[in-house]
């Protein structure tokens, strides 16, 4: 089974939870985001613990301590604002490089990383163009860019602003031709290729979003520097 898709039913997220805990891991507190999470955690985990790894948008995600755990060393997050901790459960910020940065123009050196990951972020009023000319600067040559986000394959409006957005606009579910034309398009005019084809067969509305009373669902892409 491929990792670049929707997320089309619950017993999808029971899956994900079920495999993070079979490597000793724990789900994410928004137990319908371990679907994505364990996507990138499953395609990190086959490379050396070695490997250069930004979670980008980290402020309240899992990824750095599933990594930590499963032994990776080179770890590093970034978002507008931070948080103390993560969560009661799981590692504080101190044990990873963690900085305050805008996603959009990091101080990060060329070709720094072997992936970044992107959980639930680029919903949130991200410059989708400066978003992928950043990603493919600070990542090394064939290195991955692993995105999640808000999907549903036709359009959903949004028009409540939301305190998570920077921008203070509303966040956006990207309907299937945004994610093709708008998204993957621009992600390939600078520099980056999907790892495989998307699978669009959708199913349920899994996600309810409390702030909204929207329903939809999650989309998972991985992309590749050429």
Same mark, same amino acid.
């Given at each position: 089974?491929g990792?670049?898709?929707? #997320?089309k039913? %619950?017993?999808?997220i029971?899956?994900?939870i079920?495999?993070? +805990?079979?490597?000793? #891991?724990f789900?994410?507190?928004d +137990?319908v985001?371990?679907w ?10 086959? =490379?050396?613990? =070695? ?6 948008g980290c ?9 930590? $755990?499963l032994?990776?060393?080179?770890l590093? /997050?970034?978002?507008?604002? #931070? !948080?103390?901790?993560?969560? =009661? &459960?799981?590692?504080? *910020?101190?044990?990873f ?8 123009k990091?101080?990060f ?9 992107s959980?639930?972020v680029?919903e949130?009023?991200i410059n ?6 950043e990603?493919? $600067?600070? #990542?090394?040559k ?8 808000? *999907? ?12 998570? !957005?920077?921008r203070?606009?509303p966040?956006?579910?990207f %309907? +299937? $031709?945004? @994610? ?5 398009g621009?992600?390939?005019?600078? /520099? ?5 084809? @998307? ?17 939809? &669902?999650?989309?998972f892409?991985?992309l +590749?520097k050429?």
């Open positions: 089974m990792h670049n898709s929707v #997320l039913n %619950s017993f999808e029971y899956h994900a079920d495999c993070l +805990r079979s490597l000793g #891991l789900p994410h507190q +137990r985001k371990s994505d999470t364990h996507k990138m955690v499953d395609i990190i985990k086959q =490379s050396d613990t =070695s490997a250069f790894v930004l979670d980008v402020n309240g995600s899992p990824i750095l301590p599933l990594l930590s $755990r032994g990776f060393i080179n590093y /997050g970034c978002d507008l604002f #931070l !948080n103390k901790g993560m969560s =009661s &459960t799981v590692e504080t *910020y101190k044990n490089d963690i900085t305050i940065q805008d996603l959009e990091t101080e050196q060329n070709n720094t990383f072997d992936f970044v990951t959980l639930s680029i949130h009023g989708i163009q400066n978003y992928f000319k990603m493919n $600067r600070i #990542l090394k064939d290195g991955s860019l692993l995105t999640s986000t808000d *999907y549903w394959p036709e359009k959903i409006p949004n028009l409540i602003n939301t305190d998570v !957005n920077p203070n606009s966040d956006t579910i %309907s +299937r $031709r945004e @994610i093709e034309e708008d998204v993957i621009i992600a390939e005019r600078n /520099g980056f290729l999907l790892t495989e084809p @998307i699978d669009f067969t959708h199913g349920d509305k899994v996600v309810h979003w409390n702030d909204t009373c929207l329903d939809y &669902t999650f989309i892409f991985a +590749r050429n």
